[in-house]
């Protein structure tokens, strides 16, 4: 079974600040990492995500992440935010390879709050 | 491909109504996933479809709740004589198993009173 932990519920940060939202995950198997976004009364949006390959992912809106195997973490980071990307973010995992049913498992989320 | 789409958005029901969502997939993706998030909570996994073949369930899904994809295609999701502890956001998830992509949709809002 697998398992992700986001320490931080909420982050506060400035404007044009650099930001880094902690994941951290547990598994016996290999796995595959994502990061989604959530907005208000929204769905989910798929960030980025690390299937294989380079461990520094970037995806959208100028958001990266880094896949740290002997640490068991998966870190967001942006460089500089923006008023828009105060949300509730959300990390997931789920088991490497297409044979089993492939269930997302998620952490309890943090909230970014931007602020001017 | 309008991606993911969830009905209604928003429902309201009184304890003890049984209600349905409805959720279409994008068309070629053949597995759908249903979830369940709670205020302050990441999503729940609840459910997962191969095709029309329901492959699993999650204990969450109490004997209240089925989950139907006749002919592989739109899934349905019932909660029968709702409990106030039904509240929640039910997300709709297909994924295409090529790059691992899950498309979530809007989500349904349900609220008991």
């Known amino acids: 079974a697998q398992s992700v932990t986001q320490l931080d519920s909420q982050v506060p940060v400035f404007e044009e600040a650099p930001v880094e939202l902690r994941c951290n995950y547990s598994s016996s198997v290999s796995v595959y990492l994502f990061w989604y976004v959530q907005y208000p009364n929204q769905g989910l949006q798929l960030l980025l995500k690390y299937l294989s390959g380079s461990t520094l992912v970037k995806g959208i809106n100028g958001f990266e992440a880094e896949f740290n195997k002997s640490q068991t973490s998966f870190h967001l980071r942006k460089p500089s935010v923006h008023i828009s990307d105060t949300a509730e973010y959300f990390c997931a995992v789920s088991p490497a390879g297409g044979t089993g049913f492939q269930k997302l498992v998620f952490g309890t989320g943090t909230r970014l709050l931007v602020s001017p | 491909d309008t991606g993911v789409s969830q009905n209604p958005r928003h429902k309201i029901t009184k304890r003890g109504q049984n209600v349905t969502f409805r959720c279409d997939p994008i068309s070629e993706h053949n597995r759908l996933y249903w979830y369940r998030q709670t205020l302050g909570q990441g999503p729940e996994f609840l459910t997962y479809?191969?095709?029309?073949?329901?492959?699993?369930k999650s204990r969450l899904l109490s004997d209240r709740f089925s989950a139907e994809r006749p002919k592989g295609s739109f899934s349905t999701l019932e909660i029968q004589r709702t409990e106030q502890g039904d509240s929640a956001m039910y997300l709709c998830a297909s994924l295409d198993i090529q790059d691992y992509g899950y498309t979530f949709g809007s989500g349904t809002r349900l609220t008991v009173v």
């Open positions: 479809f191969q095709n029309e073949a329901q492959l699993e």
